[in-house]
């Protein structure tokens, strides 16, 4: 059994295609075919079900898939750790993070890096706080942005708290609350509100405060990113609540202080145990210590 043989057999398993993933893995098809049939051979299964008009994995090549993807990352591993050992550092650094961070300039901050490390793949996931948490913890993630509410702490994984913000209103420039100083959540509540969907991160610590302030209030228009959520409120369509760092930098809309408003902190994660080189690197770059020790697990937000 080689690697190679798992990448290809990988590379099929996501693309569902042998001619696809040939062009992937720079082999032509006949050779990806012939390698893949060699391994099952040597498993004595068939990893893929092949029709003319589709591929899809066997059971066998199901169960076979995830300990594949993890050699496959174990051998990436292995090599970065041989290359920082000689003072080099290359592989991967798979970046997250929510849409509207502002504790960090991720474009900025990946292309200091990339001048820096050149060798290094690096790749960036935009999500959701508790996917981002989930993602780190799989590994597919070294290291993410997010914000929780000040309620919440993530589990499971190393993590330094950076910003804390409180959130404001964001209405359309022509909303009779446009012109406004401040507000309280009394008044929002009788809006219709544009929000992300319910039970994320980033939708909780809005709903924690109207809760708790004995209020309801109407989420009619629900998306899963910031960019979109503002567009609809520009349009008039509702307001919103958004981290005042990251409604700073906003366009075609007014932002107004809340008396009363929820609190989000920004954290960097990263795994505990899996620390790779680039990772360390890049961490490092951004200033972020990741020593362990009393204390180090969380640092005061600034």
């Not at 990339?114 to 706080?129: K, M």
């Not at 609540?241 to 990251?246: D, I, T």
Request: hydrophobic share 50%; glycine share 6%.
């Amino acid at each position: 059994m080689e690697l190679q043989q798992m990448r290809y057999v990988v590379a099929v398993a996501e693309l569902n295609s042998f001619t696809r993933a040939a062009e992937r893995c720079l082999v032509v098809q006949s050779a990806l075919s012939h390698q893949i049939a060699r391994l099952e051979k040597e498993l004595g299964a068939r990893l893929f079900d092949r029709t003319s008009r589709r591929v899809r994995l066997t059971p066998a090549g199901t169960a076979f898939l995830p300990a594949a993807r993890q050699c496959l990352d174990a051998a990436e591993r292995a090599a970065a750790e041989v290359a920082a050992a000689v003072g080099e550092i290359r592989g991967r650094l798979a970046v997250g993070a929510i849409s509207s961070v502002t504790a960090v300039d991720i474009p900025r901050a990946l292309r200091d890096f990339h001048q820096r490390y050149p060798d290094v793949r690096i790749s960036l996931r935009v999500s959701p706080s508790e996917l981002l948490v989930e993602q780190v913890q799989d590994g597919a993630l070294d290291v993410a942005f997010l914000g929780l509410p000040t309620t919440a702490q993530p589990h499971g994984v190393a993590a330094r708290a950076l910003a804390r913000d409180r959130l404001v209103a964001v209405v359309a420039p022509d909303h009779p609350l446009a012109d406004e100083p401040v507000v309280d959540l009394l008044r929002l509540s009788r809006e219709v509100f544009v929000d992300l969907p319910a039970n994320t991160a980033g939708r909780v610590q809005s709903d924690q405060a109207f809760a708790a302030a004995g209020l309801g209030r109407d989420v009619a228009f629900e998306v899963t990113n910031a960019e979109f959520l503002v567009r609809l409120v520009e349009q008039g369509l509702g307001i919103a609540m958004l981290p005042s760092a990251y409604a700073a930098q906003l366009t075609g809309v007014r932002t107004i202080e809340v008396t009363d408003a929820p609190a989000r902190v920004e954290y960097a994660i990263w795994s505990p145990t899996t620390h790779t080189p680039a990772a360390g690197a890049f961490l490092t770059l951004l200033d972020i210590p990741t020593a362990r020790g009393p204390g180090s697990r969380l640092a005061a937000a600034r």
